[in-house]
C-alpha cells in the first residue's frame, strides 16, 4: 500500500490576517502617556540683566540630603509646605495706594513678608543626595500652593475651578469657541497668580 502524501497547509492569507491583527491591536491598545513635571526653560539671554529681587518677596525653600525641609531657614515638615507658600503667595503686604498693591489678596498683610504674587518667587535649592521622592513630593507641594490660589481667583471671578478647566482643555474635553473663551479667561488668572517657581542648582552633599 502507498503511502499518503503530508496535506500542505495553504498560508496563502496568513499574512493578511496577521496584518489584520497588527491593525486590531494598534486600535484597540491604549499608550499610557508618561507625565512629568510642567517647566518651560526660559529663552536664551543675549545680554545680561540685573534682575533685583527684594528678599521679602523671595521664599527660599532647601532640601538636604536626608530629606528634611529647612523653609526661610527654619525645619518645616512636608505636610505644612502648602499652606506656608500659600501664605507668602498671598500675604500682599505693599502698601494701600502703591502700585504693587494687590486688592484680591487675603493674607495678613505683613510689611516684611511678598508684595503681592506677581513679584512673589519660590526658589527651591535640592542636595545632590536628596530622594527623587522628595523632590517630586515638594514641587506637587509647591504647585498645589498656587493652584489653590488660582481656584479661589478664578471661582471669584468666573465660578469654576482653574484646575478642572484646564484639565478639561489638556485632555480635549472642551474644544472649540468655548475652549478659547477659557483659555483667555485662564491666562487673566496666570497673570493674577503667575506661577514663579525657580530652581537653584543642587548643591554637593555636607554644604
Known amino acids: 500500500m ?49 534682575v533685583v529681587i527684594k528678599q521679602k518677596n523671595l521664599f527660599i525653600v532647601n532640601v538636604n540630603k536626608d530629606d528634611q ?9 512636608l505636610s505644612d509646605l502648602r499652606q506656608a507658600a500659600i501664605d507668602f503667595l498671598d500675604n500682599g503686604g505693599a502698601p494701600a495706594g502703591s502700585l504693587e498693591f494687590c486688592n484680591y489678596c487675603k493674607g495678613d498683610r505683613l510689611p516684611e513678608s511678598s508684595d503681592n504674587p506677581q513679584k512673589a518667587v519660590i526658589s ?12 517630586i513630593s ?29 484639565k478639561g482643555i ?13 483659555q483667555d479667561k485662564l491666562k487673566e488668572i496666570q497673570d493674577l497668580i503667575p506661577l514663579k517657581l525657580s530652581e537653584a542648582e543642587p548643591k554637593k552633599s555636607g554644604k
Open 170 to 182: 489638556d485632555e480635549g474635553q472642551i474644544t472649540g469657541d468655548r475652549k478659547n473663551m477659557i
Open 2 to 50: 502507498g503511502r499518503r502524501a503530508t496535506p500542505e497547509v495553504n498560508a496563502g492569507s496568513m499574512a493578511d490576517i496577521a496584518f489584520l491583527l497588527l491593525i486590531f491591536f494598534l486600535v484597540t491598545t491604549t499608550i499610557e502617556k508618561d507625565k512629568g513635571i510642567a517647566r518651560q526653560l526660559p529663552p536664551p539671554i543675549e545680554e545680561e540683566l540685573d
Open 69 to 77: 525641609l529647612l523653609v526661610e531657614d527654619e525645619l518645616m515638615e
Open 124 to 135: 527651591v535649592q535640592n542636595d545632590r543626595l536628596t530622594s527623587y521622592k522628595m523632590y
Open 138 to 166: 515638594v514641587q506637587n507641594e509647591l504647585v498645589a500652593a498656587y493652584n489653590t490660589l488660582r481656584n479661589r481667583e478664578s471661582q471669584r471671578l468666573f465660578g469654576w475651578d482653574f484646575t478642572e478647566m484646564k
